[in-house]
């Protein structure tokens, strides 16, 4: 069973910049796609980015040019890397699971089965 840990969240001025982590355990962690996942007090749960077996990524048009996903599959670890972070950014950010092989991955949350727990990202000054 592939268990995620998410980590690098805090408090950040506006502008600033996080580098989000989500380690895997439990199953071999490069079958496996990988997205982000975000939700505000309130608000919906959003699909922010994804990254295949492949290294193909996805990213919704909110975050395009800001966020970076990336991984490195000796490490068990993806990577989200954010930049000029903005009070609308302020939400738990999720990392999710889907095991086998897709040609494109998708920022929607039905597809994926393995979830973490989350780290909390606060954008204020």
């Known amino acids: 069973q592939l268990q995620l840990v998410e980590s690098g969240g805090g408090l950040v001025q506006p502008g600033g910049s996080l580098r989000l982590s989500c380690e895997a355990s439990g199953d071999t962690f490069m079958y496996y796609t990988i997205g982000w996942f975000r939700q505000a007090p309130g608000k919906e749960r959003e699909g922010v980015s994804c990254?295949?077996?492949?290294?193909?990524?996805a990213y919704a048009d909110s975050v395009t040019g800001r966020f970076t996903i990336s991984r490195d599959n000796h490490k068990n670890t993806v990577y989200l890397q954010i930049n000029n972070l903005k009070p609308e950014d302020t939400a738990v950010y999720y990392c999710?699971?889907?095991?086998?092989?897709?040609?494109?991955?998708?920022?929607?949350?039905?597809?994926?089965?393995?979830w973490g727990q989350g780290t909390q990202v606060t954008v204020s000054s």
């Open positions: 990254i295949t077996q492949n290294d193909g990524t």
């Open positions: 999710a699971a889907q095991r086998g092989y897709v040609q494109f991955c998708a920022i929607v949350a039905g597809p994926y089965d393995h």
